[in-house]
């Protein structure tokens, strides 16, 4: 069984000197019982955004939690949805899982060469995308730290790695196995992760630079 090791958190994240822009974390799993990486056969099973006042995680039926993930985002105040390889994973899951499902989503994405991504582009994807989400602009932060601290220091930019560099508490699993946690063990996990990148982000103190534009025929 899938063991899963779960830190109390300090939630006294210091703050840059110019407060951003309201930010939302968010980050998902998928169903690990198929190919966890591919959305024509895996499911969401699980969604969590977190922002200094809102904790949620979502689970259960993939359509059910797709619409209530939309709604929630529809209700929030505009702000910037942050994310740790939305671009290449997240983002373009929830797509095509949405569409798959009927689901209509406020999300509206444009392929984006010139991103790099962590690994081969998600399966019937070509690329990395900038997006939007109803009002919400999109921050990856693996992009964002990817761009300096991964190419001129070298530090390994993935979330837990670079969690743990900083001194932030990671919830442990392994991914491969996200079918055999505890409902509770997968709840603190994706709410961890979610918490993780908007954590990192916060602590940039150049953070709005990486904040993501659509061109405009895609809207705004």
Known sequence: TA?????????????????????????????????GLDPAVASVVAAAICSDDLAVVLDGDERE??????TILRQLPAGVLITWNGSGFDLPFLHDRATHLGVDLGLRMALDPGIGGRHEPLVGHAGAYRARWHDHRHLDGYQ?????????????????????????????????????????????????????ARALVLRRAHWAAGIDQLPESIGS
Request: aromatic share 6%; proline share 9%; net charge negative.
């Open 3 to 35: 063991a899963v090791t779960s830190p109390a958190y300090d939630r006294r994240i210091p703050r840059p000197a110019l407060a951003p822009p309201v930010s939302y974390g968010l980050d998902i799993e998928t169903d690990t019982t198929v190919d």
């Open 65 to 70: 939690l797709l619409v209530e993930l939309d």
């Open 144 to 196: 964002l730290f990817r761009a300096d601290v991964g190419a001129t220091v070298g530090l390994p930019c993935g979330l837990k790695p670079l969690a743990r560099f900083v001194g932030l508490p990671v919830v442990e699993v392994d991914r491969g196995r996200i079918h055999e946690l505890s409902e509770r063990d997968r709840r603190a996990y994706v709410a961890s992760d979610a918490f993780l």
